[in-house]
């Protein structure tokens, strides 16, 4: 469904991505991981229509949208979370669901508001709450549920579990899992890579703005490189 090709991006004389290359299959989980400064985020951003290609191509569902405006890809239907949540402080739960579904008409706002509810319970019993009082983990819960509000075909996450305690993490990671098994596929973004890839079908490295490693989850947590560098472990 998303196919990344030879793409590169350039921040002014530096360049950030140099010609990376993956993809993203339907129902799929990918885990993109990498140091800070590899280039993660930009990747998102760049599928996001965020930040220009200086080179190569970005397809979605078949189509060319690295000329794209950012808000033409939304309507497509590819949603980035962000990472650090940034949810709006000053208005409640509901609001900031509710801005995140803006785009549909009254009964799908309401329908995807309902599953919404269903998938974070939390969220239901403090929907009248300002967004800003909410802990670490439910503003989390928050920005992922607004990203589902858009009704996405492709969910791009940015760093979910930055600055969450650890059953936190594990509550959220759990929670995507059971929206990558109603068939969204989502490219993942995060440091945790031992979560990541528990849950991740595939794998890509990013180092100094090229993959230097894919592969299957499973090949990947037993490479002596990954455990050494993201899992903790020696080789």
């Known amino acids: 469904m998303l196919a990344l090709q030879d793409l590169s991006v350039r921040y002014g004389a530096i360049a950030v991505l140099k010609g990376i290359s993956l993809t993203v299959g339907p129902g799929e989980i990918v885990a993109l991981l990498g140091a800070n400064g590899a280039g993660k985020t930009t990747t998102l951003m760049a599928v996001s229509g965020l930040v220009p290609a200086a080179g ?17 890809i939304v309507a497509a239907g590819v949603v980035q979370v962000p990472e650090g949540r940034r949810v709006f402080p000053r208005l409640t739960v509901e609001q900031n669901l509710r801005l995140g579904g803006w785009r549909l008409l009254t009964a799908a706002q309401a329908e995807t508001l309902a599953r919404v509810w269903t998938l974070f319970p939390v969220l239901r019993e403090r929907r009248g709450q300002l967004a800003g ?22 969910l791009l996450l940015d760093e979910p579990s930055l600055g969450l305690a650890p059953k936190a993490v594990t509550h959220l990671f759990a929670i995507i899992r059971q929206i990558s098994a109603d068939g969204l596929p989502i490219l993942l973004v995060e440091q945790n890579a031992y979560q990541a890839l528990r849950i991740a079908q595939r794998g890509y490295v990013l180092a100094a703005g090229r993959i230097v490693l894919e592969g299957p989850t499973a090949q990947l947590l037993a490479n002596p490189a990954i455990q050494h560098a993201y899992l903790g472990g020696g080789g």
Do not use: F, K, Y
């Open 56 to 72: 190569g191509a970005i397809q979605w569902d078949g189509q060319p949208i690295h000329t794209w405006s950012s808000e033409r």
């Open 133 to 154: 009082t909410l802990s670490g983990g439910e503003q989390q819960m928050l920005a992922l549920g607004r990203g589902l509000m858009a009704r996405p075909r492709l």
